[in-house]
């Protein structure tokens, strides 16, 4: 299972606000969860999407795409995997972990 960040920027809109865009993603995404494909977590400045890698592939295209759909000429796409294969790794299974530290 790997972990990615992943910020999608719609590049000339007519408006500095780019809710609209994001909300357009996140109604992808949640396709991608009902599948069972993904879990995800939309953050004031990112999504983290949890998955298999292959899976998580598919999904950023599809999210990357999304501003091309909505007429949008330029999007730049920042991705970055945490991909670790010697154990399970969720995106609650991290916080959780920082949080036993702090309890210490």
Do not use: C, W
């Amino acid at each position: 299972m790997a972990i990615a960040d992943v910020t999608i920027i719609p590049i000339g809109t007519s408006s500095p606000s780019v809710s609209a865009h994001v909300a357009g993603i996140q109604r992808i995404l949640e396709e991608y969860r009902s599948g069972g494909k993904i879990e995800y977590q939309l953050t004031p400045m990112n999504t983290l999407i949890e998955g298999e890698l292959q899976d998580l592939f598919e999904v950023i295209q599809a999210i990357h795409e999304a501003p091309f759909q909505e007429g949008i000429s330029r999007v730049a796409t920042n991705i970055r995997i945490d991909d670790r294969r010697d154990k399970k790794t969720t995106l609650q299974g991290k916080l959780e972990s920082v949080r036993r530290h702090l309890d210490t």
